[in-house]
């Protein structure tokens, strides 16, 4: 099993149309990203963990919460997303398949010390919108091989006064 940790914000200022979505609600762009990365864990199975500082709320404690197949975190006053990300790699790096999700340099060269691949924000947004386009394509694809036709089920004779019939209206 893959383990996936995104810096959420750091994806949210990367990402133009969560950038866009940030400027007037920044929950509207947290929600934004929950619900892509939901379909994304789906799809690929992965273990997937969203962080998010709240170093800055004075008094904040360390919250997750379970939102379908993705586990959302908001750090502790005074811990960063980094520091989150760093700490729980640290613990498990080396012993599984583990991929971190940021752009900022630093956390991924920390990243790949600690045992984890790494991916940049950008990068990420492109291989979400390539599964998007796979599960179209494979949705497409199925609906059209699971498809009957009136054609396939109905003698010639039937489907002759059928078209009379169309033809009349």
Not at 27 to 39: F, K, P, S, W, Y
Not at 113 to 125: D, L, P, V, Y
């Amino acid at each position: 099993m893959r383990y996936v940790y995104i810096d959420g914000y750091n994806v949210i200022n990367s990402w133009p149309e969560l950038r866009k979505t940030k400027d007037h609600s920044l929950e509207g762009a947290r929600n934004q990203l929950i619900d892509t990365v939901q379909e994304y864990a789906v799809y690929t199975g992965y273990k997937v963990f969203i962080v998010f500082d709240a170093h800055m709320v004075v008094g904040s404690i360390e919250k997750k919460e379970k939102i379908g197949n993705v586990i959302v975190v908001f750090t502790k006053d005074g811990e960063t997303a980094d520091s989150f990300i760093e700490k729980s790699v640290n613990n498990i790096g080396r012993k599984k398949d583990v991929l971190v999700v940021t752009s900022d340099s630093l956390e991924q060269q920390l990243a790949f010390q600690r045992g984890a691949t790494r991916m940049s924000s950008i990068e990420f947004r492109f291989e979400i919108n390539n599964l998007k386009n796979k599960i179209v394509l494979k949705t497409r694809k199925e609906y059209s091989t699971n498809r009957t036709w009136l054609e396939d089920v109905v003698d010639k004779e039937t489907l002759e006064k059928l078209e009379k019939i169309r033809r009349n209206n």
